[in-house]
């Protein structure tokens, strides 16, 4: 079967277009607020670049875990997954103004602020210092850029040379690479989101976002698959076994994260000690408060309940539905945890926080379709090809 049979439908051009147009329009809308009001610009622009690294990171996690446990539900996925993975480089340039709105968003980078509180003196003298930060962010995408690379160039030369050596490179890789990608996220997410509070510090705070940014890019590609498996040539490849499988997979993610995000509330909760609460005390309360059982309830519980349901993952129209609340949900869990930090105990929602997301998610989806685009839907060449094509004709 020729590559150019497995291409992504025509439309697809059409939604990078429509994307991309969106993206420029609230990116000029957004930059307004640059003028206007400059340290919110910058907490809003935190906030919208949090979510859709979380998608690539999670992504490139979800692909590795792929190559190590293989299965037809990680076949049919490989392809976006590796898109979305081949958009590192753009929030790479995208973190570049995180680094310029440092001193808008981080305490430890004013010295008065230090000044007030001597036991931030010892972190920013060894660790909490522009120079060191922004070196230790380089290290973290260089870091994954490597491993999306290498993943991505071994992929597609499979598919050009069908080498049965190419999968164990790729699954060889992937072992160490999952434990680096823990590793980085647990100190990139200390230096980006839990330095916004230098003072504060959680153990568990790292397997929160690994947790999220699982969850959140299983949520995406949920919604892409079910958008795909629409039309040629993903109709006849894409089974409601696949689905299941991946449903399987997001209640896991899902009670995993929940697990993680529990577990840091006990350890709080259960210690009750002045500098650890603070983070919960502002969070806890009023607006953030309403914002707090919001999440329990739609982030956890209903998608909990409903992907228990046998029925429902085998039906991508009704799968689709739990992803994309878990995506609206992804971005209010996410609001929940970075703005207080700014706002304290007064809840308060901006524009820009609204727009910031839109900004950034236009041009990204923008790149992700557009890098969806240029190879075959299908890696046709692994050796799991026959066999998921055959289960898929055969539930069809």
């Not at 607020?33 to 919110?40: D, I, L, S």
């Not at 629409?230 to 209640?251: I, N, S, T, W, Y």
């Not at 950034?360 to 090809?385: C, E, H, T």
């Amino acid at each position: 079967m020729m590559a150019d049979a497995h291409i992504a439908p025509a439309n697809m051009k059409r939604v990078q277009q429509l994307a991309l147009a969106a993206g420029v329009l609230f990116l000029i809308l957004f930059a307004i607020g640059a003028f206007t009001n400059r340290p919110q610009f910058f907490h809003s622009y935190l906030y919208g670049f949090t979510f859709w690294l979380g998608i690539s990171m999670g992504s490139l996690a979800l692909l590795m875990l792929q190559h190590l446990t293989g299965g037809g539900w990680g076949l049919v996925i490989r392809r976006v997954l590796e898109a979305a993975t081949r958009t590192l480089p753009l929030m790479l340039a995208l973190f570049i103004p995180v680094l310029a709105g440092a001193k808008w968003l981080y305490p430890w980078t004013h010295p008065e602020e230090i000044a007030t509180h001597p036991s931030l003196a010892e972190k920013v003298d060894k660790y909490l210092n522009l120079p060191f930060f922004t070196a230790r962010a380089a290290l973290y995408f260089a870091i994954w850029l490597v491993l999306a690379f290498y993943l991505n160039r071994w992929s597609l030369q499979q598919d050009r040379t069908a080498e049965p050596a190419l999968a164990t490179r790729m699954r060889v890789l992937s072992g160490p690479g999952l434990v680096l990608f823990i590793l980085t996220v647990t100190f990139a997410s200390i230096d980006w989101y839990m330095s916004l509070e230098p003072e504060w510090f959680s153990t568990i705070y790292g397997f929160i976002f690994v947790g999220a940014w699982a969850v959140g890019a299983l949520a995406f590609v949920i919604a892409v698959m079910a958008l795909l498996s629409q039309h040629e040539p993903m109709q006849r490849v894409v089974a409601p076994l696949h689905f299941h499988d991946l449903g399987k997979l997001l209640l896991a993610l899902v009670m995993l994260w929940a697990y993680f995000a529990f577990s840091q509330f006990l350890i709080v909760w259960s210690g009750n000690l002045p500098e650890e609460i603070e983070w919960y005390l502002p969070r806890g309360q009023g607006g953030w408060g309403a914002l707090a059982l919001a999440v329990i309830i739609l982030h956890f519980g209903l998608p909990f309940l409903f992907l228990l349901s046998r029925s429902l993952k085998r039906n991508p129209q009704r799968l689709v539905i739990v992803a994309v609340l878990i995506l609206l949900m992804r971005l209010i869990d996410l609001l929940w945890m970075l703005a207080p930090s700014f706002t304290g105990e007064h809840f308060y929602i901006s524009w820009m926080d609204v727009v910031a997301p839109l900004a950034i998610g236009g041009l990204w989806i923008s790149a992700f379709v557009w890098q969806l685009g240029k190879r075959a839907l299908i890696p046709m060449n692994d050796q799991q090809y026959a066999s998921v094509l055959e289960q898929a004709q055969a539930a069809h």
